[in-house]
Nanobody
Framework: QVQLVESGGGLVQAGASLRLSCAASGSIFSIMAWYRQAPGKQREWVAGISNSGTKNYADSVKGRFTISRDNAKNTVYLQMNSLVPEDTAVYYC???????????WGQGTQVTVSS
């Protein structure tokens, strides 16, 4: 059974940093990614990383956020620097199962950035 456990959210001031973690278990994953959903808005893709380490970022976070993964621990991280109030959202981890292509989502972790 696949499980994703996220951690690391919180309330910070603008300019601060946070590191999100998502520990996956129960399978092997190709793509691991982060999405976010702000109040009243649609969920949007933030960053993704393949199992070979190829990384991609949304333009809104490029240069501020860094995605990484530890394949031995089946864990993906999102280092968020220079946070701004517009980054306030619930952040979700998504993984793609290597064998089936099925998507799995974490429960979400709240990030709030005050001005």
């Amino acid at each position: 059974q696949v499980q994703l456990v996220e951690s690391g959210g919180g309330l910070v001031q603008a300019g601060a940093s946070l590191r999100l973690s998502c520990a996956a278990s129960g399978s092997i994953f190709s793509i691991m990614a982060w999405y976010r959903q702000a109040p009243g808005k649609q969920r949007e893709w933030v960053a993704g990383i393949s199992n070979s380490g190829t990384k991609n970022y949304a333009d809104s976070v490029k240069g501020r956020f860094t995605i990484s993964r530890d394949n031995a621990k089946n864990t993906v991280y999102l280092q968020m620097n220079s946070l701004v109030p517009e980054d306030t959202a619930v952040y979700y981890c998504k993984t793609v199962e290597l064998a089936t292509g099925r998507n799995y989502w974490g429960q979400g972790t709240q990030v709030t950035v005050s001005s």
